[in-house]
T-cell receptor
Framework: DAGVIQSPRHEVTEMGQEVTLRCKPI?????LFWYRQTMMRGLELLIYFNNNVPIDDSGMPEDRFSAKMPNASFSTLKIQPSEPRDSAVYFC????????????FGPGTRLTVT | LAKTTQPISMDSYEGQEVNITCSHN???????ITWYQQFPSQGPRFIIQGYKTKVTNEVASLFIPADRKSSTLSLPRVSLSDTAVYYCLVMNRDDKIIFGKGTRLHILP
């Protein structure tokens, strides 16, 4: 298995633009997580899905952020409109189960909003 | 509210044993304790998980006292390549996944 795949690896955009981050989880994993990492706040859980259904989105910072999982092999995290404070590394992770779990992280997308 | 507390940073030397302690006073009865390692420009990587007492694998050992309010990750004979951020993670009663701020471990030659 290729592991969790994220694209793009780097994204530079201007304030106000729409940004879409993509993730392909490991095949067979029922859980998918989106995280954001910054120096100030560390690694924050934004949202997670179970069997393509959003379970907990309380970490999503505001309405400008949205996430979807249309099928078991694909998820997107969208920011519209983007702001400079959204600059961070965004990680996607997947796992087989939730409680007794090992999360497998993708390489991340480094987002810079100017 | 932070669910785990770890030292912000630690330094050690090659060949030494390193112990990183995590405090998790509000751990739930059915929660597991998991540690991850993150190298620069990479996503975190699972290294060990436990419930109580001691767990050992090829990478590290995890010591958990009877009250489970803390845990200690032990890295034997560290090398320069063990320089990374180490995260302690627990599942709370609401099933939220919360990473600690992590411990930046710097191994010196």
């Amino acid at each position: 298995d290729a592991g969790v795949i994220q694209s793009p690896r780097h994204e530079v955009t201007e304030m106000g633009q729409e940004v879409t981050l993509r993730c392909k989880p490991i095949s067979g994993h029922d859980y998918l997580f989106w995280y954001r990492q910054t120096m100030m706040r560390g690694l924050e859980l934004l949202i997670y899905f179970n069997n393509n259904v959003p379970i907990d989105d309380s970490g999503m910072p505001e309405d400008r952020f949205s996430a979807k999982m249309p099928n078991a092999s694909f998820s997107t995290l969208k920011i519209q409109p983007s702001e400079p404070r959204d600059s961070a590394v965004y990680f996607c992770a997947s796992s087989l189960v939730l409680r007794s779990y090992e999360q497998y992280f993708g390489p991340g997308t480094r987002l810079t909003v100017t | 509210l932070a669910k785990t507390t770890q030292p912000i940073s630690m330094d050690s030397y090659e060949g030494q044993e390193v112990n990183i302690t995590c405090s998790h006073n509000n751990i739930a009865t059915n929660d597991y304790i998991t540690w991850y390692q993150q190298f620069p420009s990479q996503g975190p990587r699972f290294i060990i998980q436990g419930y109580k007492t001691k767990v050992t694998n090829e990478v590290a050992s995890l010591f958990i006292p009877a009250d489970r309010k803390s845990s200690t990750l032990s890295l034997p004979r560290v090398s320069l390549s063990d320089t990374a951020v180490y995260y302690c993670l627990v599942m709370n009663r609401d099933d939220k996944i919360i990473f600690g701020k992590g411990t930046r471990l710097h191994i010196l030659p």
